[in-house]
């Protein structure tokens, strides 16, 4: 483990160039664990900046789109073994720069390794079909062609897979990328740049502005030269990039928020539930579009489930996530802190009983850092704040269900679609959820959070704009059908 001696600033990518903003202005990124602490400094970049990466992403791109996927694939194995010699550095600036424990930060940024490679090899897959013509002497098949210029604009919880299941596709199917990391974790994300970088990879073919949203990312959503936008983050803002992108004829590939359910049947193995309950909803500290939410428990077992709940959560140690005995960080930011006290205060307010946890952590080593409680809520009603909207905290809210039909009618009384499962040995009851819960994905006797990175993933509802990230399903946002006639 490498201890940082001194403060770093990082640079905007551009055109293979490490350059600073126009406006050589910069803003600290701090450690949510130590908000004394700086882990690096980063460019608050103007709309200048975003048009010279968006010219030198289009210039580059007719060049890049010509080489084969084979070829293609060959600078994203380069990047990836990078990423792996550089794995335990990356992960530890996640970590002190966004709060998750180093064992979560690790996992994380070797599954960006596994992602790199798993789309390496898409270079080598089949990217069309032909298909029988009515007349027998044409040949007719389908090809793809890439959008063109993609603008990628990630978010602070997953800095380094997020980002990567973006650009990998993107890249190996013949488009350049511009990224515009959040800024909460960006020093994180310009050391990923720096593997693309040191792979070789042609000037303008991946860039990286680091800036405000509202500038950057609406820039990217408003920028006539980008031909696809890719982004994660909240609704609101999602909302805003998506209605940008669409009123000029950009593709746009939107993934929103979560109110993510978890069904305990009567029949459950409630251990095994618990730890799913607990790991879906409190690990990262709740910071997951995936993460458990709401927890519906046939009344049956009620009591059992949540003594065992208590039990677990009582046992898990808070503190900074270098620490090997660390189980759950701080949240990524201050303001982040108080919109999950917020949520805390309402559940209290309208009338859900707090049985565990909702305060912030302040004495010694949490001084300084934005730290809370894991948090659990019962006799929550379906129509309370808490059971409605997503909080993006260590927050759970408990309702009691006298069958798996209402806890299905309840898990479905939502805007969102992301993420949902159930814990229960009855088939019927799997095959009820599997087909009735309306979520883009479904696990039985796992937890909600994470999904692997060679299956498709993306949420109904209000949870995306219905395109599916990772997998094979890539290919359908990066490119374009083509269909040619050859005719004899």
Same mark, same amino acid.
């Given at each position: 483990?490498?201890?940082?001696?001194?403060?770093?600033?990082?640079?905007?990518?551009?055109?293979?160039?490490?350059?600073?903003?126009?406006?050589?202005?910069?803003?600290?990124?701090?450690?949510?664990?130590?908000?004394?602490?700086?882990?690096?400094?980063?460019?608050?970049?103007?709309?200048?900046?975003?048009?010279?990466?968006?010219?030198?992403?289009?210039?580059?791109?007719?060049?890049?789109?010509?080489?084969?996927?084979?070829?293609?694939?060959?600078?994203?194995?380069?990047?990836?073994?990078?990423?792996?010699?550089?794995?335990?550095?990356?992960?530890?600036?996640?970590?002190?720069?966004?709060?998750?424990?180093?064992?979560?930060?690790?996992?994380?940024?070797?599954?960006?390794?596994?992602?790199?490679?798993?789309?390496?090899?898409?270079?080598?897959?089949?990217?069309?079909?032909?298909?029988?013509?009515?007349?027998?002497?044409?040949?007719?098949?389908?090809?793809?062609?890439?959008?063109?210029?993609?603008?990628?604009?990630?978010?602070?919880?997953?800095?380094?897979?997020?980002?990567?299941?973006?650009?990998?596709?993107?890249?190996?199917?013949?488009?350049?990328?511009?990224?515009?990391?959040?800024?909460?974790?960006?020093?994180?994300?310009?050391?990923?740049?720096?593997?693309?970088?040191?792979?070789?990879?042609?000037?303008?073919?991946?860039?990286?502005?680091?800036?405000?949203?509202?500038?950057?990312?609406?820039?990217?959503?408003?920028?006539?030269?980008?031909?696809?936008?890719?982004?994660?983050?909240?609704?609101?803002?999602?909302?805003?990039?998506?209605?940008?992108?669409?009123?000029?004829?950009?593709?746009?590939?939107?993934?929103?928020?979560?109110?993510?359910?978890?069904?305990?049947?009567?029949?459950?193995?409630?251990?095994?539930?618990?730890?799913?309950?607990?790991?879906?909803?409190?690990?990262?500290?709740?910071?997951?579009?995936?993460?458990?939410?709401?927890?519906?428990?046939?009344?049956?077992?009620?009591?059992?489930?949540?003594?065992?709940?208590?039990?677990?959560?009582?046992?898990?140690?808070?503190?900074?996530?270098?620490?090997?005995?660390?189980?759950?960080?701080?949240?990524?930011?201050?303001?982040?802190?108080?919109?999950?006290?917020?949520?805390?205060?309402?559940?209290?307010?309208?009338?859900?009983?707090?049985?565990?946890?909702?305060?912030?952590?302040?004495?010694?080593?949490?001084?300084?850092?934005?730290?809370?409680?894991?948090?659990?809520?019962?006799?929550?009603?379906?129509?309370?704040?808490?059971?409605?909207?997503?909080?993006?905290?260590?927050?759970? =809210?408990? &309702?009691?269900?006298?069958? $798996?039909?209402?806890? +299905?009618?309840?898990? !479905?009384?939502? @805007?969102? /679609? *992301?993420? =949902?499962? &159930?814990?229960?040995?009855? $088939?019927?009851?799997? +095959?009820?959820?599997? !087909?009735?819960? @309306?979520? /883009? *994905?479904?696990?039985?006797?796992?937890?909600?959070?994470?999904?692997?990175?060679?299956?498709?993933?993306?949420?109904?509802?209000?949870?995306?704009?219905?395109?599916?990230?990772?997998?094979?399903?890539?290919?359908?946002?990066?490119?374009?059908?083509?269909?040619?006639?050859?005719?004899?």
């Amino acid at each position: 483990m490498t201890v940082q001696t001194e403060v770093k600033t990082y640079f905007n990518y551009i055109d293979g160039e490490w350059v600073s903003s126009v406006t050589n202005e910069v803003e600290a990124s701090i450690n949510p664990a130590n908000k004394n602490e700086v882990v690096g400094y980063i460019q608050r970049s103007s709309i200048e900046d975003l048009n010279e990466a968006v010219a030198a992403a289009k210039r580059a791109q007719k060049s890049w789109r010509k080489r084969s996927g084979v070829e293609r694939g060959e600078y994203l194995y380069r990047a990836a073994d990078i990423l792996e010699r550089r794995l335990e550095e990356i992960a530890e600036t996640m970590t002190r720069e966004m709060g998750k424990t180093f064992g979560e930060a690790k996992a994380e940024t070797m599954r960006g390794v596994h992602i790199l490679r798993y789309y390496a090899g898409e270079g080598v897959r089949k990217i069309g079909d032909v298909i029988p013509s009515s007349d027998n002497e044409a040949l007719m098949f389908t090809t793809r062609v890439p959008l063109g210029v993609v603008g990628v604009i990630s978010p602070w919880n997953f800095p380094v897979a997020i980002p990567i299941w973006k650009m990998a596709p993107a890249l190996v199917y013949g488009n350049t990328v511009v990224l515009k990391p959040a800024s909460e974790a960006a020093v994180t994300a310009a050391k990923v740049m720096e593997c693309f970088h040191e792979a070789g990879f042609p000037k303008g073919v991946v860039n990286m502005i680091c800036g405000p949203g509202s500038v950057i990312g609406q820039g990217i959503a408003n920028h006539p030269d980008i031909n696809g936008v890719t982004f994660t983050g909240s609704n609101t803002v999602g909302k805003l990039v998506g209605k940008a992108a669409f009123e000029r004829g950009a593709k746009y590939q939107l993934e929103m928020g979560g109110k993510n359910p978890v069904i305990v049947a009567k029949d459950a193995d409630l251990d095994l539930a618990v730890e799913g309950t607990i790991n879906g909803g409190l690990r990262s500290t709740g910071q997951k579009c995936t993460a458990t939410s709401r927890v519906f428990v046939e009344s049956e077992v009620y009591e059992t489930f949540k003594e065992k709940l208590l039990a677990k959560v009582k046992q898990l140690k808070i503190g900074n996530g270098m620490d090997s005995e660390t189980w759950m960080g701080p949240c990524v930011s201050e303001a982040q802190l108080n919109t999950v006290l917020s949520y805390i205060e309402k559940g209290k307010a309208e009338g859900a009983d707090l049985i565990y946890g909702g305060k912030r952590c302040i004495e010694g080593e949490f001084a300084n850092g934005f730290y809370v409680e894991p948090t659990i809520f019962e006799n929550v009603d379906i129509n309370m704040t808490i059971a409605r909207e997503e909080i993006f905290g260590p927050v759970l =809210a408990l &309702i009691k269900v006298h069958s $798996i039909e209402e806890a +299905l009618e309840l898990a !479905n009384d939502t @805007e969102y /679609g *992301l993420s =949902a499962s &159930i814990y229960t040995k009855d $088939i019927s009851n799997i +095959l009820s959820f599997i !087909n009735e819960i @309306e979520a /883009g *994905l479904v696990k039985v006797n796992a937890e909600t959070a994470g999904v692997e990175f060679q299956a498709p993933f993306g949420g109904m509802k209000q949870s995306s704009s219905h395109s599916r990230e990772q997998g094979q399903a890539a290919i359908e946002f990066f490119t374009s059908i083509k269909t040619v006639l050859v005719k004899a």
